[in-house]
């Protein structure tokens, strides 16, 4: 990442690169939004920002996920690798106050990270020239996107080629963990893939509701396209589809 935002300075890479996270809501809502289908499948990057997908690729046929990467500690580790290596950081979403808190926050764990400008999530698509025009003005290098599934991955997509820096990462609620609105999970519950669970009795309440419907929905897509789908392949016969 600090090396395409240097190649991105230097006219090398031509176009932002983009970070979308993929969990159980991700691959329930894929079925039901074309647009956001599509999104995903434009990403320069998909990481498994949900334990309940590492599982998932452990006993499904295929390349297993070797472990979680949680946005919320992605977030951390490119501050700390921006601070160290002069990049800046633009923040879109979330309300004006905690986005201002957000910055706040950032700047006060990671001194030296220069966060060259902000605005909250609350914008029109007629807003989005303007949007654009100032994250390109900022000179930013990595611009973090916090509007929310699917219309963060939506904008991004829509908007990568007009967006001037180095890296476009999609987020969520990031910026709400970051100045505590939101709490993580204890580290062993982290540590045991049990976060959903906490988020689940601790956040809002749209959030039971959220893993009530997405999950099982999830693990039927999951059985039907890739268990199913699997077998199907295999007991295809060797000749089918071959001209008589």
Known sequence: MIDDCFRFRS???PKARTVVDINGQAISMKETD?????????ADVIHADGQFIVWLSRILPGRPIPERTATTDLIHACAKAAEENGLRFYLLGATEDVSRRCAEELVRLYPGLDICGRRNGFFSESEEDAVIADIN??????????????????????????????????????FNFITGDYKRAPRWMQKAGLEW??????GPTYLLKRYLLTIPHSLA????EDVLGHFRKRKKPDGEGADS
């Open 197 to 202: 669970l906490h988020r689940m009795a601790t």
């Open 137 to 174: 003005a900022s000179g930013a290098d990595i611009v973090w996107v916090g509007l929310g599934k699917p219309k963060e991955q939506i904008f991004t997509m829509r908007t990568r080629d007009r967006m001037r820096c180095g890296w476009i990462v999609t987020c969520g609620g990031c």
């Open 221 to 224: 897509v999951v059985f039907r």
């Open 11 to 13: 006219g090398e890479l």
């Open 34 to 42: 074309s647009d956001y289908a599509r999104a995903l499948a434009a």
